[in-house]
């Protein structure tokens, strides 16, 4: 069981999870999870800052949309690792996004490169109810990995009720099922290379490498976004490259967008017209191991430049 400071702030208590039930009743609920703590420096405020035209465009791709958003952190030592909003209309999201509290109070701690994607995982997964999806969409925005067990006690402690051990690839598991596969991650790079790879080789084995986008800049985000749900929902990527010349995005920003939805030409390639971006970026891999499944930490690099950093010991390890 891990405890957090306890913070008194102007914490929104409509945002916690404890004891709260969802229901969407839409056909295609979508779900944002993103972190919001400091390594990922001024990302989670320049998303959520774009609630608005996101709101304006996603009904150019899906009919009738409800979203959730959930910031997370690091239940160890952040106060207030979890809050999520209803699913609600497009035209609420800016409402939403607003309520959500972004302070160093909050978002400070340890940088052991991991987070507490976990947990809304599990949250979503046990305390959400999506009766009539077709296509249900969860994106999640992140830089880290997340641990490997989810204990019954932090169950208990976020969420009420009373719980049982389980870990990240049962979660997972189960999740990608609910959602019908359209699970995806917009990764922010972590500035440590071996780290990076690390931590995307983790969340490949939870929801498939090809499901996984590098962002090439922040700026970009909702961008990335927008077109993820759009190639979900039959958009091909020559069309979204046009949707976004037409509503006045610069060349410099498509091709930023593209350079990291060109991760998903794999699943999404009998959508793409020539006229596409063409080019893949390649993605590094380690070669497979025999043995417990441990994705191992570099311990000589620098430390991240966005907060005070501390390498993983060995025991740290990113397991599942």
């Not at 209309?89 to 959500?100: E, G, H, Q, T, V």
């Not at 020559?238 to 967008?257: C, F, L, N």
């Amino acid at each position: 069981m891990t405890k957090s400071k306890p913070y008194t702030g102007d914490l929104d208590p409509g945002l916690l999870p404890r004891d709260r039930q969802l229901v969407c009743e839409a056909k295609s609920p979508i779900v944002i999870v993103i972190d919001i703590t400091s390594s990922m420096g001024k990302l989670a405020v320049i998303f959520l800052n774009e609630m608005s035209r996101i709101a304006k465009q996603v009904g150019n791709y899906v009919d009738n949309p409800q979203i959730s958003i959930c910031a997370v952190g690091d239940i160890t030592c952040d106060p207030i690792p979890i809050q999520i909003s209803d699913f609600s209309k497009p035209r609420n999201l800016a409402s939403w996004a607003r309520r959500i509290l972004i302070t160093p109070e909050v978002t400070g701690g340890p940088d052991d490169f991991q987070e507490s994607y976990e947990m809304p995982a599990y949250y979503y997964l046990e305390m959400t109810e999506l009766p009539n999806a077709e296509t249900p969409l969860m994106i999640f925005i992140g830089d880290e990995a997340m641990r490997g067990n989810l204990d019954s006690n932090d169950l208990e402690r976020h969420f009420g009720g009373q719980r049982q051990d389980t870990s990240a690839r049962q979660v997972f598991a189960l999740l990608q099922a609910k959602f019908k596969e359209n699970l995806f991650l917009i990764h922010r790079p972590c500035p440590i290379q071996e780290t990076d790879e690390a931590i995307l080789r983790q969340w490949g084995k939870l929801i498939g490498k090809e499901r996984l986008l590098t962002l090439a800049g922040d700026m970009s985000t909702a961008d990335v976004l927008l077109g993820i749900v759009a190639l979900v929902h039959g958009k091909s990527f020559a069309e979204y490259s046009e949707d976004m010349a037409e509503t006045g995005q610069s060349v410099a920003r498509i091709k930023a967008t593209f350079k990291a939805l060109d991760f998903l030409q794999p699943l999404f390639s009998d959508g793409a017209s020539t006229d596409a971006p063409k080019k893949k970026p390649a993605r590094k891999t380690a070669p497979k191991k025999s043995g417990p499944d441990v994705l191992a930490v570099p311990v000589e690099k620098k430390k991240k430049k966005a907060r005070p950093s501390q390498k993983p010991k060995e025991s740290d390890a990113f397991r599942l």
